[in-house]
Each structure stands twice: as C-alpha cells, then as structure tokens.
C-alpha cells in the first residue's frame, strides 16, 4: 500500500464547477498536511495547509480527518486557471522528517 | 520566484556514469530536502539535510548521497547512474519545523541514456 494515496484522475471539468480531491494517508503518526500545486513542467508550489478544524482560502476549502487518515481539497467555481496536478503531502510520524508525496490528480477545466 | 535555484537545468548522462547536481536554498532557510519526480509520477523524497548533517532519507540506495554546506546550499551526488534515474530532480529549502512550507527550486531534469 502506498503511503499516500490520491484519486487517479485525470478530472475533467467545466468552468464554474465544484470539484473535490481525495487523499489517504498510512502513517498514523503523521504530523503536517497539505496540498500543493504543480503546473506542467513546473516545480510544486503549496497551495495551503490543512488542519484538523478544517481552512478555507477563497474558493478553496480543505480538511483533515485524522481518525480516518483522510484529506480532501474542495475548488468551488472553478477558473481555467485551476488546471494542474493537485499533490498531497504529508510530513513527519514514524519514519521522522519524511515528506511524502501522493501521486497527484490531474485537473482540466474547460471553458 | 522562490528564491531556490537549481544548477543545471538539464543534464544527460549514461549509464555508469556519476552525476552532481546542486541547489541553493533561499535566504535564511536552513534545511534543504531532495526530491526525485518522474514522469506522470509525484515527487519521491530522498533526503533531507539540516545544519550539514542529514537527518531523514527516503527509500533511496546509498548511491545517492548529498552535502549541506555552511551557506545552507547542497549537492546531490549519484554514482553508477541507471536508466530509471532519468527524472527530474527537485530540491526544496525550508526551516526545520514542522507545518513548515517547502520552496521548490525549478528542478534538475537528468537524462541516462
């Protein structure tokens, strides 16, 4: 079983649409969470942090649910400009200073 | 831009060979992590130095090592080069503490032929 673990996708959506990535985690001990960006051919660039109470950051919504070692990324109203590879990264637990990085989802938005 | 550079951007090799790839970290990061990303795939950790000394390291075999250097910069050696090390190679600077946000550096991308 891989560490973490995201939705294959690719996600094809329309402008305007809500669309939400999954992520699992293995590692109960894991301590940080979050999700990054990654353009084509580009480096990953954070997208925001996520926190057991949940964050939201404009159009962006996530949460973490550490009972079921689960993360999702929420995208309301989606923009053309929100096409990417979504990564999940966990940080830290047992293995020490780790970072792990799921596999990425691939999003297209069309106008 | 993040402030992480990376040198060189693009490097083609063959296989046998010893590659050295090196980043410099943004200004007051003192922990700097490398990454292995290939194609399709999401970015692989192989370690992480802090303070010159490395202090994590993913499932990577000894051929690949690296250094810290006082500045904070680092190299990421690999010798006996295979054709499944072609990928592109991410190097990420941070302060060590946890939540902490990475900055990716634009990445090496190696070619073994």
């Known amino acids: 079983r891989k560490e973490v673990e995201q939705d294959p996708g690719p996600f094809n959506v329309p402008e305007g649409a809500t669309v939400a990535f999954n992520c699992t985690y293995s590692?109960?001990?894991?301590?940080?969470f979050f999700w990054y960006r990654q353009d084509c051919r580009k480096e990953p660039k954070l997208l925001m942090s996520?926190?057991?109470s949940g964050n939201e950051d404009g159009r962006f919504t996530a949460q973490l649910n550490r009972a079921s070692q689960y993360i999702s990324l929420l995208i309301r109203d989606s923009k053309l400009s929100d096409s990417a590879t979504y990564l999940c990264?966990?940080?830290?637990?047992?293995?020490?200073?780790?970072?792990?990085f799921g596999a990425g989802t691939r999003l297209f938005v069309k106008a | 831009e993040t402030g992480v550079t990376q040198s060189p951007t693009h490097l083609i090799k063959t296989r046998g060979q010893q590659v050295t790839l090196r980043c410099s970290s943004q200004?007051?990061?003192?922990?700097v992590s490398w990454y292995q990303q290939a194609l399709g795939q999401g970015p692989q950790f192989i370690f992480q130095?802090?303070?010159?000394?490395?202090?994590g390291r993913g499932n990577f075999p000894p051929r690949f090592s690296g250094l810290q250097f006082p500045n904070y910069s680092s190299e990421l050696n690999v010798n006996a080069l295979e054709l499944d090390d072609s990928a592109l190679y991410l190097c990420?600077?941070?302060?060590?503490?946890?939540?902490?946000?990475?900055?990716f550096g634009p990445g090496t991308r190696l070619t073994v032929l």
């Open positions: 200004s007051g990061h003192n922990t």
């Open positions: 990420a600077s941070s302060l060590q503490r946890p939540n902490v946000t990475q900055y």
């Open positions: 990264v966990v940080w830290g637990g047992a293995g020490g200073f780790k970072t792990i």
């Open positions: 130095y802090y303070r010159e000394e490395e202090n």
């Open positions: 590692n109960s001990a894991s301590q940080s």
């Open positions: 996520v926190y057991s």
